[in-house]
Structures are given as structure tokens and as C-alpha cells.
């Protein structure tokens, strides 16, 4: 962080909501290319180093040559073989070659089966054609696409000897390398302003018969030969892994993103007043309120939750992968389950949390100098982008009904859907000390209950004469409503292991068992039907977590600001006029007011163009701007 | 419409997100002021025809002498003497005097009382001396006061013959007439960038001794009379009367983003196609699938709700505005607790909601080109402003509370609460014919109970040693969920008396039937804990319910298009590739990429500047932007 933030070069630019979106671009071009060299002449390799390098350096901001570091060179080094390697990894290195990913098309996104692009062989010439058949077909979003880069990998449909392969992967080198124009058959550009990302070029792509070499296909598992036969890769599965660690990234980031924001609206909401509690006395600090408290300190439990179901996210893909490479693939379904449904309830639970603690932060919150806006629109297209979250979920549900069946077959399961084998008449054993087994028991409890309920719904559909894949689709929302309560359980579960397990000191342990507590019980109160509607609590034990709820609140009060305190966050990264570390909100307010571009001139130009002549009676009428 | 969307004027501006924020501004100023001029040529005079040829001209821009009309001129109107009046409302209409309403300040919002800025009366030279004394202090967010205006009346603390008399309104001069620079003693200016609302210069306004003549407070009611006396108004309340109208307005204008985001996102779901439902079929319309369903229908069903809830709020202010005028002052409490309960009921639920279909577009909704971005951003500060959400559920909490105590002493109740009196032991009447009054039934049981355990957990607390106040503070939470089960049943009954008692064509009562059930159907089975944690309905209820659910999701879909279509959007107005009434999606998001600014040269100019540079190893290290 230090070497970053005390780096005068950072420290030049104005704040990214002053300057137009080509300034953003342009501002962070220059980060990121400087970034790019700093990190090698620090010798800073690791990627955890770079990752905070980065996020200090140009925190929230969105490289222009970022999809060229996390997806362009790592999808080389993972489906090239190692003539593409040697061949494309030094210049992309030096950045003879900026890339990036081309999947995405504007009429496809999750469904990758659906894109259009083709990729023809071409025999004689030993050549591939691309091209973009229709309108829909063109690719519409890649990020870093429209200005900065000059190659991309194409994902097509491979066409040879007359038959479709399927999709792969195709380098396509996209501007001419001296002058950055487009080459022949190449319509390449910018996809217009959007709600955030500002500084990212996303782009769309039209190819028309755009010829390549046959070397440039990533052959490292499918092939095709000189002549065009095409050889199938050993497992049609292997080449998704990047898009599982990207989606174990995605994990990560929604808790950071969520951290941040509750680091800036409890900071702020213990500096802010409000109202006289008393008639005459002074006004409290709204983070004395309940209501407040309600909304926030659950969200500060969710970001711990989340920053464990990232750590664990990453390291079972780690794990697993390793697996693979070794060539046993037996976790790899759990993988990708894990990976679909943490992405979705993850990017879910903490964009909307971002966007609560921005409403908490009153009117401020609605200002750029909260820094809270940014962070929602960098969150929020987590749940769209490397599949819809509503997408993933059916896929976990694809996933939990194959264990159901292998359960209702007396198969093995695997542990973290051992839980389903439980008896669903059991009641809870909630008592006045709301013990965390008995938390646990409860969403586990739940999960397995809609799951039963979601494949009874659709057996009933099956009896009733319907198609399988009709009773599938007439049992989506609770397939979904049963993915989700699957992820809610094992997030909880993992805080809770996180929290009993851990070594740590006792007061830390005990603070963070309150938090913890605070999820689970929360958890529970806000979804309350779907734990009571099959008589699982008591009305008594409803109201014991009710009452308890209110008294975790009031338990954690005293440590919230030491648990976002903990996150570590400099003033530099958060960018926050309310999230400062020394509480002088309103002075920053009134510099970030005073430093606004609209200020720069006492009377605006439009002064004398538009109102003073509307005063005189006179409209100008068709002067351009 | 016609009248403006056929103007040449209007068009000849690029969209809204291809300009810089100053220019948003100025094209806004000149837009606003053009309008201004037409409204005054076309006799156009009555609010609606003014709001419509405003909606069509200037769509999603927020005005910046918006407040001039909105806030400035109806106070003067409402809470000036006759000689104010006649001397300011001239100069008003010929926009001599632009002027804005300056009430919230850095520190202080919803809680008027805690306003720091002060008026002091000094009887020697009969002028009143104003000042912000504190950073704090300083007026902060007042819309259009940073840039535009030459006047604005600001709230402060009236101190005269040594004493603080409260809040009170003051005409002040902030810029002069002729040169528009700050007067002495007045710093403004805008204050900066922020969410949305690019074109609305918020402004920040510090007093330093400025003096105004006695005269300039607005006199209506109190009065501070030469000498000093400070003479009460005949009754404390009636000057908010203009809030109470805002509020009223905000039901509307979040019913009117959710329509418009509802348009957008249904129309779209019925043109793009996702996923093969059958291997090798054709990709299925998203708005078929039930996961779509279930996130669009109830919305679409939410914002009949909230036409309906918008219409009734006018004509309820209207009627009892007129009764207050008569000197009858029974139905102020009424009022008050139904405009602060709506507005925030349907703030929250529309700004969610747009925001809903924004993320049911995927991809596409992020970007501007959707128009979905816009509408949120524009929506969401209705749950802040005018009174900040929380805050005005704790005020409808108060009122139901004063209710509940009425009702206990045997004392009648108003008519639209009189269901607190209803039997808590009964169960739901709830059959498989699902009928509208056993619906509206079980949102008044809820509602009942959860006001009387509200009342009971406070009791408790006083019992238990607490006083009054804390355990007021100790029950927020509860009191809280009590008065949005209140604004939920009462949104429900008057969605279900609308469609019940209308006269209409009977296909269309039919449908229109169907999504009021929806509507109320959803609101159960996604708040079930509410509903049953009494066991009012039992499990067999609850399954009917849910199954109902599925039912009308499948029944709604047919008219879909068609009750979107029904709120009669030109393409004008909703500025939306996505949602165009032809269908032309593809085309229109490919001609919105090719106009991005971005894209007005192919190879940008940092390219040269830091692209090739960092090539060829030399990177630019310290260029001035």
C-alpha cells in the first residue's frame, strides 16, 4: 500500500467523478501502464502483491489492460501449447500484443452453446475464416476491446470438413500493430458509456471472412490437423477452469467491495447525528439507533462471512484443480457447484448490501465524495457477468438434485451435502442460548426441505404427464428458492467452522462469535416462513431469536467500529469523504463542494448564453453546444 | 407528447450519457427554459399538461430551475402575506428572481428542528442577520442553488428579544441581478458530482451576517413584528402542507420509474432468447421462463399498485388540504401518517424493483443505452429526500401507536383503521379459490398483530424499569416492521377496491384481476414468516398460496406485453434501445456503440501518448493531463 500511495505519480490526478469518461480512460491508461512497469522494478510477482500495488495505486478503477493480465495471458498459458506459448507469451509481456477475451456476443451471454461467431477451416490455405454471421452475432462487451487492445482470443464455432465442433478458442489479431488501425474485415470500437466502468472500453467486434493461421486455434486440447480432421480434447469440461477461478474471484471482491462499504457508512454513522433522543438533549449518534444498527451490523457480518467463503472458495479451487491436472476429476462437479452458487449469493447478498449502506449514509451517500456509488456500480455487474446469478443457481440445483437422487438410491454423498440426509421431522433444538449447532441445524434443516420440496414439485409435474424438461421449467423458482437456501447454509457454516475453529484470542473469538451469531440469527428472522412453515421453530423460539437479535445488536455496538477498523483500509483506497479514518466528515464535504469542476468558474457561461437573456424576454433559440 | 417530441428543438442534442456534466447542465438550462417559454406560448397552464410536455421534452433530466417552480414560487404562494406576494410572484413568473428552497444542511436533514442556521432580529435597523455559525451548519444538497439561482428562502432558527422562536422562512439574495456574482457575505456554489442528477446544480450556501429587511420573512402565519415581538401562527402544523404535496408526488413519480423500468424489461424479455429449452431446439424468449416470471410480473403488478396508491394520495391531500383551509384540522394526523407511509412504502419498493428489471435486461441493463441505469439513479433519492425513509416509517409508527392506544380506551378509529380491532385468534379464510378479501384479510391480520407486538415489546421494556423513550428506542425495529405491514395492507386493499369497484370492460377487470392477486399473492409467500408465525394460515394454506403463485405467473403471461404497452411510453420518453415498442433491439444497441463519443476517433490520442511508448519500453511518466 505504501509504496503506492507515497508514489507522487498516483497523487497528481484529479478525483475520477471530475473528469469526463475519455479523462477516466485516458487517467487510467496511464496507472495501469505505470503500475505495469513499477511492479517489475519492485520485483513485485506475486499476485497478491500486485493485487494491493494495484488497488492502493488506482483504487477503483477498472484497467484498460486488465482483462489482458487476468484472462488474455493466463487462457495462453492454460490452452496453448507450448509452440503458442513461447510463441505469444514474451510479446504479450512486453506488450507488443495487448489482448483480451472475446466471448460474449450481443445476442449471447450464459449460454455459451448459443454464440454465433463461426471459426471455418479452410483446408487449401490451411486458414480459418471468422466471421460474424448476423447482427447478434457480433461480439458485444469484452472488456478493454474497443481502443486498447490489438489481439483477442475469439471464442467460434468450429466449422470443418462440413461439421460443427463446437466452440473454441482462436488468437485473432485485431488492429495493425504499427498504427493501431483495424485491419481488413475488422469493425472493432468502444460500446458507449455505461452505468459504471467508465474507465474500461468494453467493445463490440464484427469480423468479416477474417483469415488466420490453423496455429492459431489454442490446441493444447482439442486439435485440427493440416487436412482438417479435428481431434477431440480428452475432457470436454477441462477448459472451463479459468472461468471457475474467475468465478472464485468473484467471491472475493463482493465481500471486499461489501467491507468498504461498511467501513465508510459505520464510520460515518458513528461521527453523524440525528435527532434529540430526549426533548433538548443532544442529538445521537445515529449509530445508536436500533433501526440503524438493524441494517448495518448484519452487513458487517456478511462481509466477514463472504471474506471466509472467498478464502475457501480459493483454495478448494486450488485443491481441486490440482486434482485435475492430475487427472482425477471426481470433485470437479462439486467444483463447479461451489463455484456457480458462492459467485451468485456472494455478488447478490453484498451488492445489495453496498447499496443499504449507501442509503444509510443519508443524502451524503448519494454524492461521489462518499465513494459509495462507485463501489456499487464496480460490485453490481458481478451478478451478470461470467454467468447471470439466476443461471448459476439453476445450476447448483441441477447439481442438488442429482445428489437427491443419489441420496433416495442410498449412494454416497459428499460432505457438504451430507446435511440432506437429515431427518426433516426433526424439530429445532433452539434454547435461550441460541447455540451455534442449533443455528447451523436450522439452515441445514431448511436447505434439505426445499430441496425435497423442489424435486417433489417436479415428480408431481412428471405424474401429472409433463415432460422432464417441463417439470424442470414449471419448478424453477422453488429449484432456485432451494439453490439459494443450499448456499445460505454452507456461507453459514463456514463462519461459524471459521469462527469455532480458528485459533485466535479468546476476546477476538468471542466478538467475532457475536457477529457470526448476528448472521445466522438474522439470516433467519428476515426469511422466517421458510423455516417455519413446516413447524421446524416454535412460536417460541421465534421469539427468543427475535429478542435475540435485538440483543446481539445492542452486544456488537461497541466493537462495530473496531471490526471495520480491522479490514485495514487507507483513506486512499476507500476515496471517501465519509469513510475517513479521523472522522472529519464534514470538512472533507465542504473541500470535495469547493474542488467541484461546476465551481471553477464563479458564473457559468450559460449564465450569460441562456438565463439573463430568458430574463430579457429573449430565448435562444438554436444556438449549438 | 406530440407537441414536444415533434419540436426540431429537442432533438438536435446527443443523448444525455454522451455529454460531459457541464454540458448536461447547460442543455438542461436551455431545454428548461425553452420549455418554459413553449408552456407560456401553448397556454399550456393546468400541471398535468405542463408535466406531460415536460416528460416528453426533456425525459429523465432533472430541471435546473425545477425547484423555482416546484418549491420557490408555491411557498411564497402558500406561506407569504398578500404584499409578499404581489411583490415577489412578478418577478418570479418573469424568472427575474430564480430562486430555489434552502432547508437541509451539511448536518442536518430529515430532523428540521436540529437546523443550525441562524435569523436574528436586530430592531435598530429592522432587518433580521443571518449567518451559518458552524460547518455543519452550512445549507447543503438545496437543488439548483449552487449555479442557477439568484434567491432562495432559507430555514432557520428566528431569534429576536433574546429568544429562539424555531424554524422560520427568510427570502434571501444570494446573487446579483445583473452580474450573478455572489453578494457579500454569501459563499455558494455547487456541490460536486454525484450518483445522478448531473444536471441539477445541489448547491452549498454558508451566511456570513447577511442582512435582509424584516420584510423578508415570510409572514403568512408568524410574524416578528417592528419592534421585535414575535407573534405564534394560529396552528404549528400548517405550514408543512407543501411537504405533504412533495411527498404525495414521489408516490407518483416512483410508480411512474417503475412502469418505465417495467416497459423497458418486459418488452425486452419478450425479444431476447436465451438457452435451448430442448437439445438442439430453438433458444427459448427469456420472459418464458418462470425464474423471469417471478422477478418481472409482481413488479409489473407493484407498479399498478403504486398508480393506484399515487392517485389516491392526490386526491386524499387535495380533499383534506380543502378541509384545513375550512379551519378543520381532524384529518392532519391522517394525512401526515399516510403521505410519510406511502412515500416511503413505494420509494423503497419502486426503487428495488427498478433496479430488479434493470438486472432481469443482464448484461444490456448496465448499460446506458438500456435507460435503466438512469431511471434508478433518478428514483432511488425519493427514499432519502423529503424526509428520509426510516425515519418516516417511525413517524407512521407513532400515528399507529396513538392508534392502538385509541383503540384500547374504546375511542373510535378512522376507517382506514379500523381493522386493528379484528379478532387475532381468527384464522385465515383462505381457500383454493384464492379470494381477493381473504387476501386483503390476511395483510390486515398481519399488520394488526405486528402493531400490537410492537405495543407489547414496549409495555415490556416500560415494565422492566425502562423509560418511555428507551423503550421506544428499544422497539424501533418492530415498530418499524409494524408500519410497512400497515402501508402493505392498506397499498393492497385500495390496488383491490380499484379493481373491484371500476367500472371497466370486464376482459380487461379480468387481467387487471389477476395481477392485483399477484401482486398480493407474492407479497405473502415472500414475507411468509409475517403471516404464519401465528399460525393464522397452516400448511396446506401456505401450499395453496404458493402453488397460486406459479398459477398466475402462467396466467399474466399472455398480457404481459400488453399491460406494459398500456402505460402508453413513447420511445421518446423512455430512451431505451431495450424497450423500443418495435422491437429493434439488436439494431439500436449497435447503433448507440457506433455514436459513443469513444469512438469518435479510431485510434485515441493515448495510444500514442502512453501505448506505444510503454511498447517500445519507454514509459511517459509524468504528462499532464
Known amino acids: ?61 477498472n484497467s484498460p489492460i486488465g482483462l489482458h493480465t ?24 512486453s506488450l507488443k500484443m495487448i489482448g483480451t477475451y472475446a466471448q460474449t456476443e450481443m445476442g449471447h451471454g450464459t449460454f455459451i452453446r448459443g454464440l454465433e461467431t463461426t471459426a471455418t477451416y479452410d483446408p487449401r490455405t490451411r486458414e480459418f475464416i471468422l466471421n460474424s454471421p448476423t447482427i447478434t452475432s457480433m461480439k458485444y462487451w469484452p472488456g478493454n476491446l474497443g481502443k486498447t487492445t490489438n489481439h483477442c482470443l475469439v471464442m467460434a464455432q468450429l466449422y470443418t470438413q462440413g461439421k460443427n465442433c463446437g466452440i473454441h478458442m482462436f488468437m485473432v489479431q485485431i488492429r495493425d500493430l504499427e498504427t493501431h488501425m483495424p485491419l481488413a474485415g475488422i469493425e472493432v470500437g468502444d460500446i458507449g458509456p455505461k452505468f459504471g466502468y467508465g474507465t ?52 472475493t471482491d463482493a465481500a471486499r467491495a461489501l467491507a468498504q462499504a461498511c467501513v465508510i457508512s459505520i464510520r460515518y454513522s458513528a461521527v453523524r447525528r440525528q435527532t434529540e433522543v430526549s426533548p433538548g438533549g443532544e442529538e445521537a449518534q445515529i449509530i445508536d439507533y436500533q433501526t440503524q444498527q438493524y441494517r448495518l451490523f448484519p452487513l458487517l457480518a456478511t462481509s466477514y462471512a463472504m471474506y471466509f467463503a472467498g478464502r ?33 449469493f456472494s455478488s447478490w447478498m453484498c451488492s445489495a448490501g453496498v447499496e443499504t449502506c449507501r442509503l444509510c449514509c443519508g443524502g451524503h451517500g448519494y454524492s461521489h465524495a462518499s465513494g459509495l456509488p462507485k463501489i456499487y456500480i464496480d460490485v453490481v455487474p458481478g451478478c451478470t457477468y461470467e454467468g447471470e446469478n439466476n443461471v448459476m443457481m439453476l445450476q447448483v440445483a441441477r447439481f442438488l438434485m442429482k445428489m437427491y437422487g443419489k441420496l433416495q438410491n442410498g449412494e454416497a454423498l459428499p460432505t457438504f451435502m451430507q446435511y440432506m440426509s437429515t431427518d426433516l421431522n426433526k424439530k429445532s433444538c433452539m434454547t435461550e442460548e441460541v447455540a451455534l449447532n442449533c443455528l447451523v441445524m436450522a439452515y441445514e434443516h431448511r436447505a434439505a426441505r426445499m430441496i425435497r420440496d423442489a424435486a417433489a414439485s417436479m415428480e408431481k409435474l412428471v405424474q401429472s404427464g409433463k415432460s422432464p424438461v417441463e417439470a424442470w421449467n414449471g419448478s424453477t423458482v422453488m429449484l432456485t428458492w432451494a439453490a439459494i437456501a443450499h448456499c445460505h447454509a454452507f456461507v453459514t457454516k463456514l463462519f461459524v467452522e471459521t469462527v469455532v475453529k480458528s485459533r485466535m484470542d479468546s476476546k477476538v473469538q468471542s466478538a467475532l462469535t457475536s457477529l457470526c451469531k448476528l448472521y445466522a440469527v438474522h439470516g433467519i428472522v428476515e426469511n422466517l416462513g421458510g423455516f417455519i412453515q413446516d413447524q421446524f421453530f416454535d412460536s417460541k423460539q421465534v421469539k ?13 455496538r461497541p466493537n462495530a467500529v473496531a471490526f471495520v477498523d480491522a479490514f485495514d483500509y487507507p483513506d486512499e483506497v476507500l476515496q471517501s469523504c465519509l469513510g475517513r479514518y479521523d472522522g472529519q466528515v464534514y470538512q472533507a464535504l465542504y473541500d470535495y463542494a469547493k474542488s467541484s469542476p461546476m465551481n471553477e468558474k464563479e458564473v457559468l457561461d450559460s449564465y450569460y448564453k441562456y438565463i439573463k437573456p430568458a430574463q430579457n424576454g429573449k430565448y435562444q433559440q438554436y444556438s449549438k453546444l
Not at 493466463?74 to 490452452?79: A, D, G, R
Not at 509452440?83 to 504479450?92: C, S, T, V
Not at 469480423?207 to 480428452?234: A, C, F
Not at 427468543?544 to 456488537?556: P, R, S, T
Request: with cysteine.
Open 1 to 61: 500500500y505504501n509504496l503506492a500511495t507515497k508514489d507522487p505519480f498516483f497523487r497528481k490526478f484529479k478525483p475520477w467523478a471530475f473528469q469526463t469518461r475519455e479523462e477516466q480512460y485516458e487517467i487510467c491508461l496511464q496507472k495501469h501502464l505505470y503500475i505495469n512497469k513499477k511492479c517489475k522494478e519492485l520485483n513485485l510477482t506475486e499476485p497478491v502483491d500486485k493485487f494491493f500495488y494495484t488497488e492502493a495505486a488506482a483504487p477503483h478503477e
Open 200 to 251: 474500461n472500453d468494453n467493445g463490440f467486434l464484427r469480423l468479416s471472412n477474417v483469415r488466420i493461421p490453423r496455429e492459431n486455434m489454442l490446441m493444447r486440447y482439442s486439435k485440427v490437423l493440416e487436412d482438417g480432421t479435428y481431434v477431440k480434447p480428452p475432457n470436454a469440461k477441462i477448459a472451463y477452469g479459468s472461468m471457475v477461478l474467475v468465478r472464485a474471484a468473484i467471491v
Open 312 to 344: 475457501f472458495m480459493y483454495d478448494f479451487y486450488l485443491k481441486t484443480t490440482a486434482e485435475i491436472e492430475g487427472g482425477n476429476l471426481d470433485s470437479m462437479p462439486q467444483l463447479h457447484a461451489i463455484s456457480a452458487g458462492l459467485k451468485a
Open 544 to 556: 427468543i431469536l427475535q429478542k435475540k437479535l435485538m440483543q446481539l445488536l445492542a452486544e456488537i
Open 70 to 93: 487476468v484472462m488474455f495471458i493466463p487462457t495462453i498459458e492454460k490452452q496453448g501449447t507450448e509452440e503458442q506459448k513461447k510463441r505469444w507469451l514474451p510479446l504479450a509481456e
